[in-house]
């Protein structure tokens, strides 16, 4: 059976797009995430599902980040991105950073199914305004190819370090040690070609919808 995968952290929204997938694809059988984690869980449980409905917005979730990180592990997964986000530059950057699609979540129902097939057809869909934006600039291009090496469990690692914490927290968050952590914390510096976790996190952040807003994390010894 022909799966689709929606992960957003909204459950009226998920209500809505359950209502449109049943009336234009019937035969669909649809799984459901709330957030980044849970979406990480979903996609290595359903490696064959057809298509992903991706909010940027969810917990867990930091801009592009996800959409990178998910289309380097799961290259075979089409994703679609379905945010309330509607800035056209927005748009071209999920489009630059690997998704088939970017749905506007004011689509009517007629446009969303619309949407849905074409891309089920193998065609691109988002709105016009999107094509003609300007293309993401080199800078986060590096920075998008660079997240593609980390391994799922270093990308959380940097994840949870660009939340702010510390080494020690995150292995508590983990459950395992730090010297784990500070392991990987090496590996995540020499892939990203970073000194130090500032520049790790910046880097990082550079695939944030606003990487102005980025804080750096406190500083601690490797």
């Known amino acids: 059976m022909p799966t689709l995968l929606i992960a957003d952290d909204h459950p009226l929204f998920r209500e809505a797009l359950r209502g449109v997938v049943a009336r234009v694809l019937p035969d669909y059988e649809l799984r459901e995430a709330d957030s980044a984690h849970a979406l990480y869980a979903l996609a290595e449980a359903e490696p064959d599902a057809d298509l992903l409905l991706l909010d940027l917005n969810m917990p ?3 801009g592009f980040s996800v959409l990178v990180h998910l289309r380097a592990q799961h290259p075979q997964l089409p994703v679609v991105v379905v945010s309330a986000q509607e800035d056209p530059a927005v ?12 749905i506007p979540k004011s689509a009517d129902a007629a446009t969303l199914g619309d949407a849905l097939t074409q891309v ?12 003609t934006a300007p293309a993401v600039g080199d800078d986060e291009h590096a920075a998008a190819q660079r997240l593609r090496e980390l391994t799922p469990q270093q990308f959380r690692v940097l994840q949870m370090l660009g939340t702010g914490l510390l080494n020690k927290q995150i292995a508590y968050e983990l459950g395992v040690s730090e010297a784990t952590v500070k392991a990987h914390m090496t590996a995540i510096l020499r892939k990203l070609g970073a000194s130090n976790r500032t520049q790790a996190v910046l880097i990082a952040g550079r695939l944030a919808l606003d990487p102005a807003s980025v804080v750096p994390p406190p500083e601690e010894e490797q």
């Open 60 to 62: 867990g979730a930091h």
């Open 91 to 102: 748009m071209r950057r999920a489009l630059d950073h690997g998704a088939v699609g970017f």
């Open 120 to 131: 089920l057809e193998g065609e691109r869909w988002a709105p016009a305004a999107a094509h």
